[in-house]
């Protein structure tokens, strides 16, 4: 069984940084992409960053530039490096696995910008 338990979440002040990891364990394939979405309140959950085991990665606009996504295919693990935070970086950050054509996801952890 796949699971995924994420960390790092936390209160922040404007213009700080917080790293998110997330350490998946159980049987899974080499080959997969994991990444990080969020969601704030009202809203709809949207992918932050994801990066293929081959080290290939994809960053919303809004964080280009402010956040780094890493991985240890090793570890299994894989980690959200976020700069310069803002206010509106503030949602539930949660961590996903897509492999063999399914989405596994953690259970979330809160990223609260605020001074």
């Known amino acids: 069984q796949v699971q995924l338990v994420e960390s790092g979440g936390g209160l922040v002040q404007p213009g700080g940084s917080l790293r998110l990891s997330c350490a998946a364990s159980?049987?899974?394939?080499?080959?997969?992409?994991m990444g990080w979405y969020r969601q704030a309140p009202g809203k709809q959950r949207e992918l932050v960053a994801r990066?293929?085991?081959?080290?290939?990665?994809n960053y919303a606009d809004s964080v280009k530039g402010r956040f780094t996504i890493s991985r240890d295919n090793a570890k299994k693990t894989v980690n959200l490096q976020m700069n310069s935070l803002k206010p509106e970086d503030t949602a539930v950050y949660y961590c996903n696995l897509y492999v063999w054509g399914k989405n596994y996801w953690g259970q979330g952890t809160q990223v609260t910008v605020s001074s």
């Open positions: 990066i293929t085991n081959g080290g290939t990665t």
């Open positions: 159980g049987s899974i394939a080499s080959i997969n992409t």
